[in-house]
């Protein structure tokens, strides 16, 4: 098998030297090249296959943000990495929309390699390019119009904390890129297992102020057929309802973690569909839950992978349908998901092709961690159902 192929772009001459000399150990295992300008990374592109492509964002001409930009309409299966000194706002924006993973200048050899190794991995055993692809053009989470104008009344200019934590907290796309930000070394330091309400309050409104109208401005405006927006609705309502429950089940390390999880939980059906605007559902098979034949699940799990998420998140979307028989010490975090998810399936959030796996559930039901609760487990799924239901509902501006 070939090597792997990175491409590299930084206007400054003594950038792309660092870059030669600190990956010189790395040539045994992957091809690179080193380019001065946009222009002529595309060029490159055209005619070979990269695998990975880490561009500076400040550059004159064509800058970072437009060339990855272009690549994720031309080259969706390629990997895009942001490698820039600049976290002003305004560069936050075009990055969290531009880039899969981002590194702040000068960046240690040892992490950028960890970074570029990571994303060589295809987290799908039988999609694997496939499954890049589809997931790797994604910039933007589709919302349903009542979620949009949600999204809206974030953005004026008297909304507060408490209304950026909510609306965070309830909406799928916003959630993972923020995730997505917080996650990577972009933003410097941050708190391990960090929630999404610590996250919102860690960067303050403003900064969730443009992360939520980049991500607004990329959303489809299109319609979908019946079919199409059931199942979004769906797998919406069915996100949140489990995020809510999953507070209440899950442990208080495992927590944020837990909510994440639940509520990303079926982001590889909402950007599958995403791509069947107007009826078009030619490509989507709704009842094998596929996309060109890549199963909903494994282009989310490899979304969450390009975009770096913590590896406890993606583990438990990725098993959110696989039986689970926790350890008595703890249910951990895909444990949890699982059991906030199948007490959901006896509500009116349920997802019509998840099943309801009562002994399982009984067993999960059983474990010490969640006897110990004095819960009623029926009625609070309702609860948890009944606030997923009231997001649902259109907002009174």
Same mark, same amino acid.
């Given at each position: 098998?070939?090597?792997?192929?990175?491409?590299?772009? %930084?206007?400054?001459?003594?950038?792309?030297?660092?870059?030669?000399? =600190?990956?010189?150990?790395?040539?045994?295992?992957?091809?690179?090249?080193?380019?001065?300008?946009?222009?002529?990374?595309?060029?490159?592109?055209?005619?070979?296959?990269?695998?990975?492509?880490?561009?500076?964002?400040?550059?004159?001409?064509?800058?970072?943000?437009?060339?990855?930009?272009?690549?994720?309409?031309?080259?969706?299966?390629?990997?895009?990495?942001?490698?820039?000194?600049?976290?002003?706002?305004?560069?936050?924006?075009?990055?969290?929309?531009?880039?899969?993973?981002?590194?702040?200048?000068?960046?240690?050899?040892?992490?950028?390699?960890?970074?570029?190794?990571?994303?060589?991995?295809?987290?799908?055993?039988?999609?694997?390019?496939?499954?890049?692809?589809?997931?790797?053009?994604?910039?933007?989470?589709?919302?349903?119009?009542?979620?949009?104008?949600?999204?809206?009344?974030?953005?004026?200019?008297?909304?507060?904390?408490?209304?950026?934590?909510?609306?965070?907290?309830? %909406?799928?796309?916003?959630?993972?890129?923020?995730?997505?930000?917080?996650?990577?070394?972009?933003?410097? !330091?941050?708190?391990?297992?960090? =929630?999404?309400?610590?996250?919102?309050?860690?960067?303050?409104?403003?900064?969730?102020?443009?992360?939520?109208?980049?991500?607004?401005?990329?959303?489809?405006?299109?319609?979908?057929?019946?079919?199409?927006?059931?199942?979004?609705?769906?797998?919406?309502?069915? !996100?949140?309802?489990?995020?809510?429950?999953?507070?209440?089940?899950?442990?208080?390390?495992?927590?944020?973690?837990?909510?994440?999880?639940?509520?990303?939980?079926?982001?590889?059906?909402?950007?599958?569909?995403?791509?069947?605007?107007?009826?078009?559902?030619?490509?989507?098979?709704?009842?094998?839950?596929?996309?060109?034949?890549?199963?909903?699940?494994?282009?989310?799990?490899?979304?969450?992978?390009?975009?770096?998420?913590?590896?406890?998140?993606?583990?438990?979307?990725? *098993?959110?349908?696989?039986?689970?028989?926790?350890?008595?010490?703890?249910?951990?975090?895909?444990?949890?998901?699982?059991?906030?998810?199948?007490?959901? *399936?006896?509500?009116?959030?349920?997802?019509?092709?998840?099943?309801?796996?009562?002994?399982?559930?009984?067993?999960?039901?059983?474990?010490? *961690?969640?006897?110990?609760?004095?819960?009623?487990?029926?009625?609070?799924?309702?609860?948890?159902?009944?606030?997923?239901?009231?997001?649902?509902?259109?907002?009174?501006?």
């Amino acid at each position: 098998m070939s090597k792997p192929r990175a491409l590299f772009v %930084d206007d400054e001459p003594r950038i792309l030297d660092g870059l030669r000399r =600190s990956l010189r150990g790395k040539r045994g295992e992957w091809e690179m090249e080193f380019v001065s300008d946009g222009a002529e990374a595309l060029e490159l592109m055209t005619d070979n296959h990269y695998d990975v492509v880490v561009s500076d964002m400040r550059m004159p001409g064509m800058d970072g943000a437009e060339l990855l930009t272009q690549i994720s309409r031309r080259h969706p299966e390629v990997a895009r990495v942001v490698l820039s000194g600049h976290i002003e706002p305004e560069a936050t924006v075009q990055v969290a929309v531009a880039g899969h993973r981002f590194l702040t200048k000068p960046s240690d050899a040892e992490t950028l390699t960890s970074v570029i190794d990571q994303l060589l991995v295809r987290t799908s055993a039988h999609h694997q390019e496939e499954a890049r692809r589809i997931a790797g053009g994604v910039r933007a989470i589709p919302t349903l119009p009542e979620h949009a104008d949600r999204i809206v009344a974030l953005l004026a200019p008297d909304a507060s904390l408490s209304d950026a934590v909510c609306t965070a907290m309830h %909406d799928v796309g916003l959630s993972a890129k923020l995730l997505q930000l917080s996650n990577s070394r972009f933003f410097g !330091a941050q708190p391990r297992n960090s =929630s999404v309400e610590s996250i919102v309050n860690a960067m303050g409104v403003p900064m969730v102020q443009a992360v939520a109208g980049a991500g607004h401005a990329l959303r489809p405006s299109s319609t979908w057929s019946p079919a199409v927006e059931a199942h979004l609705r769906t797998a919406w309502r069915h !996100a949140v309802a489990t995020a809510c429950l999953v507070d209440v089940v899950a442990s208080p390390a495992n927590r944020p973690h837990a909510q994440a999880a639940a509520l990303l939980q079926d982001v590889g059906r909402l950007v599958c569909l995403a791509g069947v605007p107007d009826g078009d559902d030619c490509a989507v098979d709704l009842q094998a839950q596929t996309r060109d034949g890549v199963p909903f699940r494994d282009v989310g799990v490899e979304l969450l992978h390009l975009w770096g998420l913590p590896v406890p998140i993606i583990t438990a979307v990725a *098993q959110r349908d696989t039986p689970q028989s926790p350890d008595a010490s703890g249910l951990g975090v895909t444990a949890a998901v699982r059991t906030a998810h199948l007490l959901i *399936q006896r509500t009116e959030s349920a997802c019509p092709d998840g099943g309801t796996h009562e002994a399982e559930l009984a067993q999960l039901l059983a474990h010490p *961690q969640l006897r110990a609760k004095d819960v009623d487990w029926a009625r609070a799924a309702e609860e948890a159902s009944e606030q997923a239901a009231s997001w649902d509902r259109p907002l009174r501006l």
